[in-house]
């Protein structure tokens, strides 16, 4: 399923450095490391990131896709990346927040191929159904393609009042397509809000996001122009100096909640999906009958 446009090529970025803060106390190797989430094994064969890279080479081809990673995480992701061109691993040198870890990527994405359409996946997402997942990022990517304009956004139905996402408030459709509107982005909002979101038909943002290169970065540089500038200065050159100078930053909070009318939401199909980045979430998971981390 090769999900390339006619006027430019379809890439996705993987992120993986994240140092799975939430879960440290959990996650743990026999000798009682912590192990970033991302590079556990759940179920018996794989681990998170291995799924997601699982998913990234049924849409492309693994020349067009980057994986963004942690200096400190060399001892787990050196081996399960092997099989990547050595130039699609990006090494940061600091964990600055999820908005530079796709920047970081996306510059050098546009570098390569300066007419992409980039797909973003994080690496910690659980997926029961993956074929229908796959068509949904498929359409995702080729409605940004046809909307330059646009981000898009892979919206969940949710199940009930789930706490910790970030929640999207659909608006009229975009034309006659899938696309809708976002009226109202809200990163991880308290109870009550939650409530009154469910109320009104809100999706969870999976953080899957696809977008024309170019429309992505301009987002980002309308909501974050220092670290763009300062990270497009850098590209090629030392990103040890320049991170140093990086404050963090989060892509939902300081890049999707500053940005709604540049947005679009797919409501995608029930495909079991859930992000496993929080206790609670890896306890359900594990509930179904899914083994320790290993």
């Given amino acids: 399923m090769d999900v390339s446009g006619s006027r430019g090529r379809q890439w996705i970025i993987v992120l993986a450095a994240g140092g799975g803060n939430r879960l440290r106390t959990l996650l743990r190797a026999p000798d009682g490391t912590p192990v970033p989430k991302q590079f556990c094994?759940?179920?018996?064969?794989?681990?998170?990131?291995?799924?997601?890279?699982?998913?990234?080479?049924?849409?492309?081809?693994?020349?067009?896709?980057?994986?963004?990673?942690?200096?400190?995480?060399?001892?787990?992701?050196?081996?399960?990346?092997?099989?990547?061109?050595p130039g699609n691993v990006l090494v940061q040198p600091e964990n600055?927040?999820?908005?530079?870890?796709?920047?970081?990527?996306?510059?050098?994405?546009?570098?390569?191929?300066?007419?992409a359409t980039v797909a973003v996946m994080p690496s910690d997402h659980h997926v029961a159904d993956e074929p229908r997942?796959?068509?949904?990022?498929?359409?995702?990517?080729?409605?940004?393609?046809?909307?330059?304009?646009?981000?898009?956004?892979?919206?969940?139905?949710?199940?009930?009042?789930?706490?910790?996402?970030?929640?999207?408030?659909?608006?009229?459709?975009?034309?006659?397509?899938?696309?809708r509107e976002v009226v109202i982005f809200e990163e991880k909002p308290d109870p009550a809000m939650v409530e009154l979101l469910v109320h009104r038909g809100a999706l969870l943002n999976s953080f899957i996001v696809a977008a024309r290169g170019r429309t992505l970065l301009e987002l980002c540089r309308r909501t974050l122009?220092?670290?763009?500038?300062?990270?497009?200065?850098?590209?090629?050159?030392?990103?040890?100096?320049?991170?140093?100078?990086?404050?963090?930053?989060?892509?939902?909070?300081?890049?999707?909640?500053?940005a709604c009318g540049a947005l679009a939401v797919l409501p995608a199909p029930e495909c079991g999906w859930s992000d496993l980045g929080t206790p609670e979430r890896l306890a359900r998971y594990r509930g179904l009958g899914h083994g320790e981390v290993a």
Wanted: charge should be neutral; glycine fraction near 10%.
């Fill in 133 to 179: 997942l796959l068509e949904s990022v498929a359409k995702a990517c080729e409605l940004a393609h046809r909307e330059p304009g646009r981000t898009v956004l892979l919206g969940m139905t949710p199940s009930g009042p789930e706490p910790g996402y970030g929640w999207v408030v659909p608006g009229p459709p975009l034309g006659a397509g899938l696309l």
């Fill in 225 to 258: 122009p220092e670290r763009v500038a300062r990270l497009e200065a850098a590209a090629g050159g030392d990103l040890g100096s320049i991170y140093g100078q990086l404050t963090a930053a989060d892509f939902s909070r300081d890049v999707l909640a500053r």
């Fill in 41 to 85: 094994v759940l179920d018996g064969s794989a681990s998170m990131l291995q799924w997601t890279l699982g998913r990234a080479t049924r849409l492309v081809s693994p020349s067009r896709i980057l994986v963004v990673v942690a200096r400190e995480h060399r001892r787990w992701w050196e081996p399960e990346l092997a099989d990547l061109p």
């Fill in 96 to 115: 600055r927040g999820t908005a530079v870890g796709i920047l970081f990527p996306l510059i050098e994405v546009l570098r390569r191929d300066p007419d």
